[in-house]
């Protein structure tokens, strides 16, 4: 009897966590892990922190609660055999790490993921990790904000330097003048 209640009290703490989780980082990746060693899955997750990121295997049936819990059903469908739940913080990052790993674990699949309230299949997550890190687009957004400034400031130290050319013919003109005559 005590070990009922202890088994209960265990599940339901566990969906207690898994509900937390998920409603803190509402973007987040289900794949399967079947196939896949302790170490293999502890150096996804050692790889996943740089993004800010953390995958974590969890019972169907908590799983399926969880996802009931948060009113996403749909999700259900997906828990199916040896799941894994990866939330995201960021998005590109993570699915870059997610990716590549599953490049390099075939047994290792992406099965889904809810971005910004959407279910997304596999397909997105792939795309994603194709895209330029935040760093890069950062880089890219301010130079093409600084480009026309950036410009604007070599044109007018090309109208200064033509300037300053015509000033030193002139100059040069007049002296030259003065000593001819």
Do not use: W
Not at 108 to 125: N, P, T, Y
């Amino acid at each position: 009897m005590q070990e009922e209640k202890f088994g209960m009290t265990t599940k339901m703490y566990m969906l207690k966590e898994l509900v937390g989780k998920l409603e803190l980082s509402p973007n987040f990746i289900i794949a399967n892990y079947s196939g896949l060693s302790s170490p293999e899955i502890e150096k996804l997750r050692k790889d996943l922190l740089k993004s800010s990121s953390r995958y974590f295997v969890v019972k169907n049936s908590i799983a399926k609660r969880a996802f009931e819990e948060l009113e996403l059903k749909e999700m259900t469908q997906f828990i199916k055999g040896a799941v894994g739940i990866g939330v995201i913080g960021d998005i590109i990052a993570a699915s870059k790490t997610f990716v590549d790993f599953s490049k390099n674990h075939n047994s290792f699949k992406l099965d889904c993921a809810m971005l910004d309230g959407k279910v997304e299949g596999a397909d997105r997550i792939k795309r994603m990790a194709m895209l330029p890190s935040k760093e890069v687009l950062r880089a890219l957004v301010l130079s093409y904000m600084f480009g026309p400034i950036t410009g604007f400031v070599g044109v007018l130290r090309g109208l200064l330097s033509n300037l300053v050319y015509a000033i030193n013919e002139i100059k040069s003109k007049k002296e030259g003048g003065k000593k001819s005559g």
